[in-house]
Each structure stands twice: as structure tokens, then as C-alpha cells.
């Protein structure tokens, strides 16, 4: 599946939060704001313990996961050092403030 898909507004990501994309026998994605209202994707799911990132903290462009305070930044889905791994990122786009993700092109 290689197919863009409409999830939601830009305005129904609460602002430094995330929104969740349920997906069926997959892991979900977080779709995530800032407070510039930039708008990224990536599998819900940290890297570390598997914790859920969209119950996270939002700050800068990164969120902080809510089991062991691993960091992950929200363009490349990486942990910060001295942590390592990677949530997996999804690529995003904003039309009209409609937000897209593309599913199947998983990077990380």
C-alpha cells in the first residue's frame, strides 16, 4: 500500500499533541502537531520499551515517551543520544489544512 490517505485537519491535531490513526493488525500511527503547527507521522510505538508515543509530551520537534523518557525527534522517528533506535517515520503532507499520510513508505 503506497497510497496517500486523508487523516484528519491540522486543527483537529490538538497543538503539541498527537492524533492516533488506527490501523488494523498493524501498529498504529501518531500523527503529531507543534506548537508551529508543523505536522509529522510516526509509528506509535517507541523504540525502547514500545511505550506509546502519542500519550507523549510534545516539545520543539520531538516528543518524549511516557514510560522511560526516551526522546525520539518527530522528522526522522530516530532517539536522541544517547538513546538508540527508531519509531519508524511515515511521510506527511498538509493541503488546504487537510492533512495526508502515506502509508507503505516507512522510512527508519
Not at 490513526?21 to 507521522?41: K, M, N, P, S
Request: charge should be neutral.
Amino acid at each position: 500500500m503506497n497510497d496517500w490517505i486523508r487523516v484528519c485537519t491540522v486543527g483537529e491535531i490538538p497543538a503539541q499533541g498527537a492524533r492516533v490513526l488506527r490501523q488494523a493488525g498493524e501498529v498504529d500511527i501518531a500523527v503529531f502537531r507543534t506548537a508551529a503547527d508543523e505536522v509529522f507521522a510516526l509509528r506509535d510505538r517507541c523504540p525502547h520499551k514500545g511505550g506509546p508515543l502519542s500519550q507523549g509530551l510534545v516539545h520543539g520537534k520531538t516528543v518524549t515517551c511516557p514510560l522511560h523518557n526516551w526522546t525520539i525527534e518527530l522528522d526522522t522517528g530516530n532517539a536522541r543520544a544517547p538513546d538508540i533506535g527508531c519509531a519508524g517515520h511515515l511521510p506527511v503532507r498538509v493541503e488546504a489544512g487537510d492533512v495526508y499520510v502515506r502509508l507503505g513508505r516507512r522510512h527508519g
